[in-house]
Nanobody
């Protein structure tokens, strides 16, 4: 059974940094694209970043480019989101997801097959 468990969320001041982690189990992790999405209260779910199975292709949203970095450690079945220079508008529940069907990154949430429960990130001003 595929399971994704996020961790690392919390309260951080604007301008600070935070690293989110996503632990995957129940799949051959290195074979699949992983993505991060976020959803703020009253807003639609938003793509954040994605990375292919071998790390060869990375995509990130314009809103976070230059501040957030996605990475993975296939030996540990982990994907990370390093969040630097955070802003209050980054406040959201952050979820990781795995895409099983395609070998490339995707910004479309419907392409992803399994989701974690999410971890709350709150950025204070």
């Amino acid at each position: 059974q595929v399971q994704l468990v996020e961790s690392g969320g919390g309260l951080v001041q604007a301008g600070g940094s935070l690293r989110l982690s996503c632990a995957a189990s129940g799949l051959i992790f290195r074979s699949y694209t992983m993505g991060w999405f976020r959803q703020a209260p009253g807003k639609a779910r938003e793509f954040v970043a994605a990375i292919t199975g071998n790390g060869g292709n990375i995509d990130s949203a314009d809103s976070v480019k230059g501040r957030f970095t996605i990475s993975r450690d296939n030996g540990k079945n982990m994907v990370y989101l390093q969040m630097n220079s955070v802003k209050p508008e980054d406040t959201a529940v952050y979820c990781c997801a795995v895409e099983l069907r395609y070998g490339s990154t995707s910004r479309h949430e419907y392409r992803y097959d399994y989701w974690g429960q999410g971890t709350q990130v709150t950025v204070s001003s």
